[in-house]
């Protein structure tokens, strides 16, 4: 694990924005690369994709009026310790502080690293009565964190614990595990979630670049979609890293190749410590028009952004609907650029 600046420099020359950024600052995200992700970079480049998500710039020390650490207003939608109920139909379950990496992106950095440790049993036991409670919840996320850095008989509990309240209740494992530290995820893992199959599963993952998506990753997305657990990705659009149209489509591509379901394409978190990452909407929504004259629906992920101060996910599309342009025509641009009517039926008398 390199989650120190000595251990980072015995893999990288550092840029001055790297060495500049504050290593002893405990105000700040720590430094944390598992050995595999570090393995993946190229240490030639400063300006390599995954790098940048993982090797913190002086940039982060950076404020930003109006933004701070919890972009969402998680806080004030939190029903007991650990459980975030922001929409009536789901609800986030904050399983640990601990993450196998720390991405740079991160926008739950009020909670990350915050030596708070896996949720204790009596903090699972108030959770999941408050899900009981709630019937109007169908939809669990186990978040944090990483819930995938609990071991076995611990999530095993955990599990074991919601499901006792709410047999009917779909579960997402919410976890970077796999493009991080994919030898964590083995066969054993996956036989034991399988075992409590009185509702779905799915696994949200998160992969930002295509290089993320090694033999190892896939191998170990593979034992969760074999297992009847489907993929569902979630990428984060972040300067440096996928802001071209060419590097999103192989992204996209490959993670439907590899049975991988492409879901969100987020607009960066107001998070502070994260403007350099960010891309202006506007660019992002130039390759959301992008994206839709190359891939297919199955590989479209909504581009969307969380709103601040718990306004909620919107999807960021670009108008294609131009007008009504008499009663019951409908006027429309097309992903090319071209014009198009469609018609209302006719009304009947």
Same mark, same amino acid.
């Given at each position: 694990?390199?989650?120190?600046?000595?251990?980072?420099?015995?893999?990288?020359?550092?840029?001055?924005?790297?060495?500049?950024?504050?290593?002893?600052?405990t105000?700040?995200? %720590?430094?944390?690369?598992?050995?595999? +992700?570090?393995?993946?970079?190229?240490?030639?480049?400063?300006?390599?994709?995954?790098?940048?998500?993982?090797v913190?710039?002086?940039?982060?020390h950076?404020s930003?009026?109006?933004?701070?650490?919890?972009?969402? *207003?998680?806080?004030?939608?939190?029903?007991?310790? =650990?459980l975030?109920h922001?929409y009536?139909?789901?609800?986030?379950?904050? #399983?640990?502080?601990?993450?196998?990496i720390? &991405?740079?992106? &991160?926008? $739950?950095?009020?909670?990350?690293?915050?030596?708070?440790?896996? %949720?204790?049993?009596?903090?699972?036991?108030? *959770?999941?009565?408050?899900?009981a409670?709630?019937?109007?919840?169908?939809e669990?996320?186990f978040?944090?964190g990483?819930?995938?850095?609990?071991?076995?008989?611990?999530?095993e509990? !955990?599990?074991?614990? +919601?499901?006792?309240?709410?047999p009917?209740?779909v579960? =997402?494992? &919410? #976890?970077?595990?796999?493009?991080?530290?994919?030898? $964590?995820?083995?066969?054993?893992?996956v036989?034991?979630?399988r075992?409590?199959?009185?509702a779905?599963? /799915?696994? !949200?993952?998160? +992969?930002?670049?295509?290089?993320?998506?090694?033999?190892?990753?896939?191998? *170990?997305?593979?034992?969760?979609?074999?297992?009847?657990?489907?993929?569902m990705n979630?990428?984060?659009l972040?300067?440096?890293?996928?802001?071209?149209?060419?590097?999103?489509?192989?992204?996209?591509?490959?993670?439907?190749?590899?049975?991988i379901?492409? /879901?969100?394409? +987020?607009?960066g978190?107001?998070?502070?410590?994260?403007?350099?990452?960010?891309?202006?909407?506007? @660019?992002?929504l130039?390759?959301?028009? *992008?994206l @839709?004259?190359?891939?297919?629906?199955?590989?479209?992920?909504?581009?969307a952004?969380?709103?601040?101060?718990?306004?909620?996910?919107v999807?960021l599309?670009?108008?294609?609907?131009?007008?009504?342009?008499e009663?019951g025509?409908?006027?429309?641009? #097309?992903?090319?650029?071209?014009?198009?009517?469609?018609?209302?039926?006719?009304? =009947?008398?």
């Open positions: 694990m390199i989650d120190t600046k000595e251990k980072l420099k015995a893999h990288l020359t550092l840029t001055a924005s790297e060495e500049a950024f504050d290593y002893q600052d105000t700040t995200l %720590a430094l944390k690369i598992p050995e595999h +992700f570090m393995s993946l970079i190229d240490p030639d480049d400063p300006a390599d994709p995954l790098r940048v998500q993982v913190p710039q002086v940039d982060e950076t930003e009026q109006g933004v701070g650490l919890d972009p969402q *207003a998680e806080v004030d939608y939190t029903k007991t310790e =650990r975030i922001r009536p139909s789901r609800a986030a379950f904050l #399983t640990t502080d601990v993450c196998a720390h &991405c740079r992106h &991160c926008f $739950r950095r009020r909670f990350t690293a915050s030596d708070q440790g896996p %949720a204790s049993s009596q903090q699972i036991e108030r *959770a999941a009565q408050y899900v409670e709630h019937r109007e919840i169908t669990l996320l978040t944090g990483d819930v995938l850095t609990i071991s076995d008989h611990r999530l509990a !955990m599990i074991r614990a +919601f499901r006792e309240k709410r009917d209740l579960i =997402r494992i &919410c #976890t970077r595990i796999p493009a991080a530290d994919p030898k $964590r995820i083995t066969a054993a893992l036989a034991m979630i075992r409590f199959d009185t779905p599963f /799915y696994l !949200m993952t998160q +992969f930002n670049h295509s290089r993320e998506l090694t033999g190892e990753a896939v191998e *170990a997305v593979a034992r969760f979609v074999d297992g009847g657990i489907p993929a979630q990428t984060v972040l300067k440096g890293v996928n802001d071209d149209v060419e590097t999103l489509v192989n992204l996209c591509n490959s993670l439907v190749f590899n049975r379901k492409p /879901y969100y394409l +987020f607009q978190d107001l998070v502070e410590g994260t403007a350099h990452l960010r891309v202006p909407i506007k @660019r992002g130039e390759l959301e028009a *992008a @839709r004259q190359r891939l297919s629906g199955l590989a479209m992920p909504t581009y952004v969380d709103l601040p101060q718990g306004g909620g996910k999807p599309i670009n108008q294609y609907l131009s007008s009504e342009v009663e025509v409908w006027e429309f641009k #097309t992903c090319d650029g071209e014009t198009r009517r469609y018609l209302d039926p006719p009304t =009947r008398r």
